[in-house]
C-alpha cells in the first residue's frame, strides 16, 4: 500500500491548512487510516485517526476539535483539516493505514498498529 501525503506548507499562527493522504491502492473497508507528527527533537506522536467503513474518529488530546479528520471513500482519500494552528504544530505529519481483520475493530493510537506509513508532509507554523 503506498501513501500519498500532501497539503503541508508555511502558516502564520492562527491559519489553517489541509492536509491529504491519498491511498489507491486499498480495495477493501478493513482499515483505519491515522495522522501522526514528529516535530524536531522530538517522538513521533498520533494525531487523528478514522475508521474506514463508518467514518468513526479518535483524537488525540492537543487536537481539541482543531483538526477534523476526514474521508472520501470515492477517491480512497483521508483529510485533515487544520486550524488555529500555533508554533508547537510545526512537525513532519504522517499518514498511515492499519489493516484490520473486522470492519469495526476500535480504533487505536498506539502507532505499531498502523503497518502502511507514507513519506510525511512539512507543516511549519510561524509566530
Known amino acids: 500500500v503506498q501513501l500519498q501525503a500532501s497539503g503541508g506548507g508555511l502558516v502564520q499562527a492562527g491559519g489553517s491548512l489541509r492536509l491529504s493522504c491519498a491511498a489507491p491502492?486499498?480495495?477493501?473497508?478493513?482499515?483505519?487510516m491515522g495522522w501522526f507528527r514528529q516535530a524536531p527533537g522530538k517522538e513521533r506522536e498520533f494525531v487523528a485517526a478514522?475508521?474506514?467503513?463508518?467514518?468513526?474518529?479518535l483524537y488525540a488530546d492537543f487536537v481539541k476539535g482543531r483538526f477534523p479528520i476526514s474521508r472520501d471513500k470515492d477517491k480512497n482519500t483521508v483529510y485533515l483539516e487544520m486550524s488555529s494552528l500555533k508554533p508547537e504544530d510545526t512537525a513532519l505529519y504522517y499518514c498511515?493505514?492499519?489493516?484490520?481483520?473486522?470492519?469495526?475493530?476500535?480504533?487505536?493510537?498506539?502507532?505499531?498498529?498502523?503497518?502502511?506509513w507514507g513519506r510525511g508532509t512539512e507543516v511549519t507554523v510561524s509566530s
Open positions: 478514522t475508521r474506514w467503513i463508518d467514518g468513526q474518529s
Open positions: 491502492g486499498l480495495t477493501s473497508s478493513k482499515f483505519h
Open positions: 498511515a493505514v492499519r489493516s484490520t481483520l473486522s470492519f469495526r475493530l476500535t480504533l487505536t493510537k498506539e502507532e505499531n498498529s498502523y503497518k502502511y
